[in-house]
């Protein structure tokens, strides 16, 4: 551990941890412990960004860890989580603006609340506003580049740009913003008028779904696998005989064989195995090479 580096933290933000187990904090409920893990405000991410690159410290962002495996062996480096500290919203007309740790539920009821409609398909979603943009979230039809406006973001030089739209490059699970290392910090969504009652209506309609269709009662990432085209792959998955399939606590859930599920104390190693598993198997089967929606980070 590096003592200098920790101190320069400290004197940035109280909201700093260390050897924090990351099961903590990502909705697999598995992974081994961050080296360094802090909570920063807004205004207080580009200081640390620079005190990383001072001390060669390797950093790197999460949300609400809902798309996420951590390895059992940790993190090295820095984890900063975009939380309740960066979670502000705020409403002009029918644009909404939301700092990035805003929960998209959160954000959807807040919409809702307003007249506004566009985002019920995200009320359910368990994640950020941030990670929704990084990896232009979608789920019943609605896909996140339906209704961003603009986003702020951090480079990594520390300065603030306004992306449009088109700059984002929002793809199927995809967006620049990873692979030129920006981190998001807010994001406008462009809505429209509706009425509050039909619109809480179709998010209550969308969580009963949710709740009949999705395995919500166990720890997980969301769906796994990314779409493959031409396919889906929870049957793909159930068409190879792996419903219910299990690596130790880690199981193809058997209510929908697209959700690989923690079963109460699964390791990073053992999800990984089941994903792995079911990868070679599915293709096997098929000869489709399923690609995984979650993120893999740390060290397996």
């Not at 960004?49 to 949300?63: E, F, H, Q, S, T």
């Not at 219910?244 to 880690?250: I, L, R, T």
């Not at 959700?259 to 079911?278: C, D, H, K, P, W």
């Amino acid at each position: 551990m590096n003592e200098s580096f920790l101190k320069g933290l400290q004197k940035i933000t109280e909201q700093c941890l260390i050897q924090e187990n990351m099961s903590r904090h990502t909705t697999f409920r598995a992974g081994g412990p961050a080296e360094y893990y802090v909570r920063p405000k807004r205004t207080q991410i580009a200081e640390i960004l620079a005190l990383c690159k001072m001390y060669g410290i390797p950093w790197l962002v999460i949300g609400n860890g809902s798309n996420l495996l951590v390895g059992d062996k940790g993190i090295t480096g820095l984890v900063i989580e975009l939380g309740r500290e960066t979670s502000q919203m705020q409403v002009k007309g029918s644009v909404v603006k939301a700092e990035a740790g805003a929960m998209l539920s959160a954000v959807a009821r807040f919409a809702a609340a307003h007249g506004l409609t566009g985002m019920e398909f995200a009320s359910g979603i368990p994640g950020t506003i941030g990670g929704a943009v990084v990896m232009n979230a979608g789920a019943y039809g609605g896909e996140m580049k339906q209704i961003v406006k603009s986003v702020t973001v951090l480079t990594m030089e520390g300065r603030e740009q306004k992306l449009s739209l088109e700059e984002l490059q929002l793809g199927y699970r995809h967006s620049c913003i990873p692979e030129n290392g920006y981190i998001v910090l807010d994001t406008e969504l462009a809505l429209n008028p509706g009425d509050p009652v039909k619109i809480q209506e179709q998010m209550e309609k969308l969580r009963c779904q949710r709740l009949k269709k999705q395995p919500l009662e166990y720890a997980s990432a969301g769906s796994t696998f990314k779409r493959p085209e031409g396919y889906f792959a929870g049957k793909l998955i159930e068409d190879a005989g792996l419903r219910g399939f299990q690596v130790g606590d880690a199981q193809v859930s058997e209510k929908h064989c697209g959700f690989v599920i923690n079963r109460g104390s699964a390791t990073a190693a053992e999800l990984s195995e089941l994903i792995r598993q079911i990868q070679d198997k599915v293709e096997a089967n098929s000869g489709v090479r399923l690609e995984t929606e979650v993120r893999f980070l740390g060290n397996f």
